[in-house]
């Protein structure tokens, strides 16, 4: 497994409810453990934990699920357990579903956030799978799972409308997966000027069914490509005013995109209302 992918596999985790039973395993396999290895860790034959309950993948981690309000001491059981020392566990990690908390023997490190919020903290874990955690990758932690997500958006798309997956429109789709993801930035780093100004324009204004996101996106594009003066005389939709002019050919008329009018694309697209990158 690569980084998104173990990215997109934590985060899935973290959404899911708490099961203390079944999450050591959980963890282990969306960092990459084979199915094999679940099932002797969970039979006991490779489970080296010395501590009840506890899970302990020798050169790995050792983990272990507690009572509410438990964390901490577990935490310390576990740094202080000899299974760890003895078995060269790099991690320990401890939650009871609320708090969670990690530390990485290595070098001190450590992790203490609510248990929902885990996910950010991937990259902290990534020695599991044997990924180096160099600085760049911890700190694009963010980007990692934001490509993640946009990758599923765009192959989402795909599947819906597959006369665009041709060589032929690979230009065109390129250009509109350029666009979102300015948005989706402009809108992250407050380039907009308005918190969630895209994602809540494209939500409040598409249909149930989203059946008419693409005239909605639309829209949104021609206001960036207009210059703030010209807009009143080009009828900018007033829900739509909202957004800067971005100078430069990503929103102009020029270059192909598939929301443009065009002999093979019609002018829209479909998106199911389930679909989303964010």
Wanted: charged share 20%; hydrophobic share 40%; proline share 5%.
């Amino acid at each position: 497994m690569n980084a998104v992918e173990i990215a997109e596999a934590v985060s899935r985790l973290a959404e899911a409810p708490f099961e203390p039973e079944t999450f050591p395993f959980a963890f282990l396999e969306a960092f990459g453990n084979k199915s094999t290895t679940i099932k002797r860790l969970k039979s006991g034959s490779s489970n080296q934990s010395d501590l009840p309950g506890g899970v302990l993948q020798r050169n790995n981690i050792h983990l272990k699920m507690c009572a509410e309000g438990a964390v901490a001491a577990t935490l310390t059981a576990l740094r202080e357990s000899p299974a760890t020392a003895r078995q060269k566990a790099k991690f320990i990690l401890a939650t009871d579903g609320k708090a969670f908390e990690a530390e990485n023997l290595v070098d001190g490190e450590t992790v203490a956030c609510n248990y929902p919020d885990f996910h950010d903290h991937f990259g902290f874990f990534l020695p599991l799978a044997g990924i180096t955690t160099v600085r760049q990758i911890r700190e694009n932690a963010f980007d990692i799972k934001a490509t993640g997500r946009l990758n599923r958006l765009y192959i989402e798309l795909l599947q819906e409308n597959p006369d665009w997956d041709t060589a032929e429109r690979r230009q065109e789709m390129n250009h509109f997966m350029a666009r979102l993801i300015f948005c989706f930035f402009a809108e992250d780093t407050n380039i907009f000027y308005s918190e969630g100004l895209f994602t809540h324009t494209v939500a409040q204004m598409s249909a149930g069914d989203s059946s008419n996101t693409h005239e909605v996106l639309g829209e949104i594009f021609r206001a960036m490509a207009t210059p703030l003066k010209q807009r009143e005389v080009a009828g900018i939709r007033n829900w739509a005013n909202g957004f800067p002019y971005v100078n430069g050919g990503l929103f102009g008329a020029e270059g192909p995109h598939p929301l443009a009018p065009s002999p093979t694309l019609g002018g829209g697209f479909r998106m199911r209302a389930k679909t989303t990158a964010r």
